[in-house]
């Protein structure tokens, strides 16, 4: 199936621990992105890559660190989680200038 | 700051009806528009997008685009239960990569 694909679906974990979220695509897209989506369902948007050249970093804490080993693959890294983390991390791709597709998302929940 | 403003809602619309989403934005040059529809507890998915003023139809799906008064709208023809969901609008911006992104309009179509 060609789609864009993120693991794991859950995560759950204490304060202060680190964690990672994997995404890929098949779709042959160039730019790949991760969104947050907090408890209020606005899709902010985190990190964005371009051939595996980091173009959209938004405000986002230094905690978070994307990185993209390809273009078919953008993780993110999360060190010292925080309660306010918990939310759901959709990982996205697209051509230039074309529609986004998105993956299933990761529903972190800091306790 | 670029923006997107879209009705939360919720909109309720009884089935077999016309249903009319709005979406304004700010950046008078933005050139790319879409409509994504969000489940509950699911990604978004794209469902239309529009570039050109005037119409584009799609099965039951309507998008309108007027440039001169900044505004896309999605119209749904004879409304199903199925299409309760929460839509979202996307233009996308000055950046070949980032797409600015309404608050989202929940829609519930009642039997």
């Known amino acids: 199936d060609t789609a864009v694909s993120q693991t794991p679906k859950y995560l759950v974990t204490q304060m202060g621990n680190d964690k990672s979220i994997k995404c890929e695509q098949n779709?042959?897209?160039?730019?790949m992105y991760w969104y947050k989506q907090d408890s209020k369902k606005f899709l902010k948007i985190m990190f964005s890559y371009n051939n595996k050249e980091l173009i959209i970093n938004e405000t986002v804490p230094n905690r978070f660190s994307p990185k993209s080993p390809d273009k078919a693959h953008l993780n993110l890294h999360i060190n010292s989680l925080e309660l306010g983390d918990s939310a759901v991390y959709f990982c996205a791709s697209s051509q230039v200038q074309r529609a986004q597709y998105f993956g299933p998302g990761t529903r972190l929940l800091v306790l | 700051q670029k923006e997107v403003e879209q009705n939360s809602g919720p909109l309720s619309v009884p089935e077999g009806a016309i249903a009319s989403l709005n979406c304004t934005y700010s950046?008078?040059?933005?050139?790319?528009f879409f409509w994504y529809r969000q489940y509950s507890g699911k990604s978004p998915e794209l469902i239309m997008f529009i570039y050109s003023n005037g119409d584009k139809e799609d099965g039951r799906f309507t998008a309108q685009l007027n440039k001169a008064s900044q505004y896309v709208s999605l119209l749904i023809r004879d409304s199903q239960p199925s299409d309760s969901a929460t839509y979202l609008c996307?233009?996308?911006?000055?950046?070949?990569?980032?797409?600015?992104w309404g608050a989202g309009t929940k829609l519930i179509i009642k039997p």
């Open positions: 996307a233009v996308k911006g000055d950046s070949n990569y980032q797409l600015i």
């Open positions: 950046d008078r040059g933005s050139q790319s």
């Open positions: 779709l042959g897209h160039d730019t």
